[in-house]
């Protein structure tokens, strides 16, 4: 590989490490922006609600907008916007100042994340992109994995607005490296811009993978929501050994997501997809039955590398055929479904979990371990309707091959 297509690949993974450690850094800080502004927990909670909400709410124009002008020059925008919003954040005078910055940061973050993916076609050949989906995995989890304790580190050194300032120079560095070595824009048509929004959508395959992006994305998101009820008041762990034990899931998948990338480049994207599934529903069978730290630890470590073989298979599945006058807006409805899918897992599994397990905060041990295996009971249940999603797609992919 050229230097100058290895530091592309560095602009793309900052640029993933950055919009995913966006998300996780804020969190560790909430308490110290409750005290800085004498806020209640729920005013300090739309730090974080702000960033996701302006992803969700923008993701899919910023790739139509990354077709139509250019994805190489919306990157770039994205990554400038991002640096300005962090500098914003930082300097934020009050708490309502803080969470319009923090809009604006999503907003570049937006951009960003539809970006990213969609640029994967335009950096490597279609027979590498398997590996560079497995990559841009990887920097995610490590993004996410990354925020609470990078976040601790700073917020004890210099304070909650470190939090922010952090992000300056890195996505000025990311900026630098894309406007240097990321390849030009081709300027498409108006004939190939036109009606490129949802005609995407009329593809079947196209639909499955979104809606197993949303699927899987929910089963994730519950193990969140739920883990830490489980792991404080059914198992008794203070939280600092808590804190450990949530960070496995990231770190397993930051550590399987190159690997899983490798397999899907030697095994195919639709096979994979299907292990990623079957390890999955191995890992929330377990979490519905365990009982103890250790086989908890176990059904998840296996439950987040079954992720990780699906994201890089289904990632690599829905891009690489996507024409490249589409693939911005196609990347934006990717990262669409799998932020819906987090959204409808931390409502609907979390009123699953409250139902199985009324009153959690004054809930006996054993009834916390109830909710939560029926939690990841139903959690089983969306891995095999996302199966099913996987093997109809295969099925469509090869029965045309099959009449010719």
């Known amino acids: 590989m050229h230097n100058s297509s290895r530091a592309a690949l560095v602009s793309l993974s900052l640029s993933m490490l950055l919009a995913a450690l966006g998300t996780s850094i804020a969190n560790v800080g909430l308490p110290s922006l409750a005290q800085a502004f004498d806020a209640s927990f729920h005013a300090v909670q739309w730090v974080v609600l702000a960033y996701l909400l302006a992803i969700t709410a923008v993701i899919v124009g910023a790739g139509r907008l990354g077709d139509r002008w250019g994805r190489r020059r919306v990157l770039l925008a994205g990554l400038l916007l991002f640096a300005v919003a962090c500098a914003l954040c930082a300097a934020a005078p009050s708490l309502k100042w803080l969470i319009a910055a923090r809009a604006l940061q999503g907003l570049g973050a937006a951009s960003m994340m539809a970006m990213t993916l969609g640029m994967v076609g335009d950096t490597v050949t279609k027979a590498r992109t398997g590996q560079v989906m497995g990559l841009l995995g990887t920097m995610s989890a490590v993004g996410t994995a990354m925020g609470p304790s990078v976040g601790g580190v700073l917020l004890s050194l210099w304070g909650w607005r470190a939090l922010f300032a952090v992000g300056v120079p890195l996505g000025l560095l990311a900026a630098a490296l894309a406007f240097y070595y990321l390849p030009a824009d081709r300027q498409a048509s108006a004939r190939e811009s036109a009606g490129a929004f949802w005609q995407p959508l009329q593809d079947p395959t196209l639909r499955a993978g979104l809606a197993m992006s949303a699927l899987v994305a929910a089963v994730i998101m519950a193990t969140f929501v739920v883990g830490p009820f489980y792991l404080s008041r059914g198992l008794g762990l203070d939280p600092a050994w808590m804190g450990l034990a949530m960070a496995v899931g990231p770190c397993v998948a930051a550590l399987t997501g190159v690997p899983a990338g490798r397999l899907t480049h030697r095994l195919g994207s639709h096979r994979m997809s299907l292990a990623g599934l079957g390890v999955m529903a191995l890992g929330a069978l377990s979490l519905s039955l365990t009982a103890g730290l250790l086989a908890y630890l176990g059904a998840l470590i296996l439950l987040t590398t079954g992720y990780s073989l699906f994201q890089a298979a289904n990632n690599t599945a829905v891009m690489s055929d996507v024409a490249p006058t589409r693939r911005g807006t196609v990347s934006g409805l990717l990262?669409?479904?799998?932020?819906?899918?987090?959204?409808?897992?931390?409502?609907?599994?979390?009123?699953?979990?409250?139902?199985?397990?009324?009153?959690?905060?004054?809930?006996?041990?054993?009834?916390?371990?109830?909710?939560?295996?029926?939690?990841?009971?139903?959690?089983?249940?969306?891995?095999?309707?996302?199966?099913?999603?996987?093997?109809?797609?295969?099925?469509?992919?090869?029965?045309?091959?099959?009449?010719?």
Not at 363 to 382: D, I, K, Q, R
């Open 335 to 404: 990262n669409l479904s799998r932020n819906l899918g987090l959204i409808f897992g931390a409502w609907a599994l979390g009123a699953v979990f409250a139902w199985a397990s009324p009153d959690v905060a004054h809930a006996a041990p054993l009834s916390v371990a109830s909710g939560l295996h029926v939690t990841l009971a139903m959690a089983l249940v969306l891995i095999v309707t996302a199966s099913t999603f996987a093997w109809g797609r295969n099925r469509a992919t090869i029965c045309p091959q099959n009449t010719r």
